[in-house]
């Protein structure tokens, strides 16, 4: 008698099967995470809710926890146009962005998704221009509010100047 024994491994979820679909649905995703994040940071802001809980990972902390899962996922999928591109790089932009501590790192972070978004092909889909714009305009204001909790330093000039 013999044993057959057959090892199968899937390098990526059901992303391999159709990578295009999975980066628009998975970016959209990712938005919608980035939104509920920026809004649980700011109310968590305006009432002070973690500090009277006293709690050690707040709710902030796991909703940006989530983002940047999200944003690993997006960037272990090959992108095959340059729509996926576009969303590949911002989705890299944003794990960046949530995952470090350093104001110039979100500044520089936010500046290169400036610098993807006028370097796009005018030939990108709609949809996709519209959802790498909104992801900007989320860096924008995860930026803007880091800003404002840290205090605004010396050495950061606006992006606007």
């Given at each position: 008698?013999?044993?057959?024994?057959?090892?199968?491994?899937?390098?990526?979820?059901?992303?391999?099967?159709?990578?295009?679909?999975?980066?628009?649905?998975?970016?959209?995703?990712?938005?919608?995470?980035?939104h509920?994040?920026?809004?649980?940071?700011?109310?968590?802001d305006?009432?002070?809710?973690?500090?009277?809980?006293?709690?050690?990972?707040?709710?902030?902390?796991?909703?940006?926890?989530?983002?940047?899962?999200?944003?690993?996922?997006?960037?272990?999928?090959?992108?095959?146009s340059?729509?996926?591109?576009?969303?590949?790089r911002?989705?890299?932009?944003?794990?960046?962005?949530?995952?470090?501590?350093?104001?110039?790192?979100?500044?520089?972070?936010?500046?290169?998704?400036?610098?993807?978004?006028?370097?796009?092909?005018?030939?990108?889909?709609?949809?996709?221009?519209?959802?790498?714009?909104?992801?900007?305009?989320?860096?924008?204001?995860?930026?803007?509010?880091?800003?404002?909790?840290e205090?605004?330093?010396?050495?950061?000039?606006?992006?606007?100047?």
């Amino acid at each position: 008698m013999t044993n057959n024994i057959n090892i199968t491994s899937n390098p990526a979820p059901k992303a391999s099967a159709k990578p295009q679909k999975y980066l628009f649905d998975g970016f959209s995703d990712l938005l919608i995470r980035m939104h509920y994040a920026l809004e649980e940071e700011e109310w968590a802001d305006d009432t002070c809710w973690d500090i009277a809980c006293d709690q050690s990972v707040s709710e902030v902390e796991k909703a940006w926890c989530f983002v940047e899962r999200k944003a690993e996922d997006l960037i272990a999928v090959q992108p095959l146009s340059e729509n996926d591109l576009i969303l590949h790089r911002i989705a890299g932009l944003v794990k960046r962005a949530v995952s470090t501590d350093n104001i110039v790192t979100l500044c520089a972070t936010h500046a290169k998704a400036l610098e993807c978004l006028s370097h796009a092909s005018q030939g990108l889909a709609p949809a996709v221009r519209d959802l790498a714009e909104e992801a900007e305009s989320c860096l924008d204001q995860l930026f803007e509010h880091a800003l404002e909790s840290e205090g605004t330093p010396d050495s950061i000039l606006p992006l606007a100047a």
